[in-house]
């Protein structure tokens, strides 16, 4: 059974930097698709990176670009998610997401797998 464990929020000062980490356990031989979404109260959760498993293709969402970098290890199926430069807006509970194969790019949101989350609270 496919697993996913986010980490790394925390309370971070504004204009700081954050990693997010993920781990996907449970299935090792199929190539996952690894994203990253994030929702607020009063919000839909909205996909903000994407990334293939050879890592020839990256999705990110207009308002986190040159800002977010998703990267992914396939040797410990893991993914990171680096976010320079914190705004007070990117306070949000964070998601890591697997699908099989799954395509990237707009619109696509549709993942098979969920981990529960971690909150990043950025003061301002």
């Known amino acids: 059974q496919v697993q996913l464990l986010e980490s790394g929020g925390g309370l971070v000062q504004a204009g700081g930097s954050l990693t997010l980490s993920c781990v996907l356990s449970g299935d090792t031989f199929t190539r996952y698709t690894m994203a990253w979404f994030r929702q607020t109260p009063g919000k839909e959760r909205e996909i903000i990176a994407a990334?293939?498993?050879?890592?020839?293709?990256?999705y990110y969402t207009d308002s986190v670009k040159g800002r977010f970098a998703i990267s992914r290890d396939n040797a410990e199926y893991t993914s990171s998610l680096r976010i320079y430069t914190l705004k007070p807006e990117d306070t949000a509970v964070y998601y890591c997401?697997?699908?099989?194969?799954?395509?990237?790019?707009?619109?696509?949101?549709?993942?098979?797998?969920w981990g529960q989350g971690t909150q990043v609270t950025v003061s301002s």
């Open positions: 990334v293939s498993w050879a890592s020839n293709s990256t």
């Open positions: 997401a697997a699908a099989p194969w799954q395509r990237i790019g707009p619109g696509i949101t549709s993942y098979n797998f």
